[in-house]
């Protein structure tokens, strides 16, 4: 089963032209942990961290996460 929900997260980079380095250094977690969120490997993600990352993007949370009608 695939996941459910569908993260944007390489769009909104694209967007804010931000890389994950700097999007990871902004909002103090680590590089592994952001790329596990943006490959949509994540099975959790603390609000803490889904308001900071929106913050750092000035978005949010519907535009980082949404959900993925064709996993259904």
């Known amino acids: 089963m695939s996941a459910m929900i569908k993260v944007n997260l ?7 032209k931000m890389t994950l380095t700097e999007l990871a250094d902004e909002v103090g977690i680590t590089l592994a942990n952001l790329s596990i969120l943006k490959r949509g490997k994540a099975r959790a ?3 803490s961290t889904l308001a900071a ?4 993007l000035n978005c949010e949370p519907g535009d980082l996460l949404e959900l993925d009608k064709e996993a259904e």
């Open 10 to 16: 390489d769009l909104l980079l694209v967007q804010r």
């Open 53 to 56: 990352i929106c913050k750092a």
């Open 45 to 47: 993600i603390r609000f």
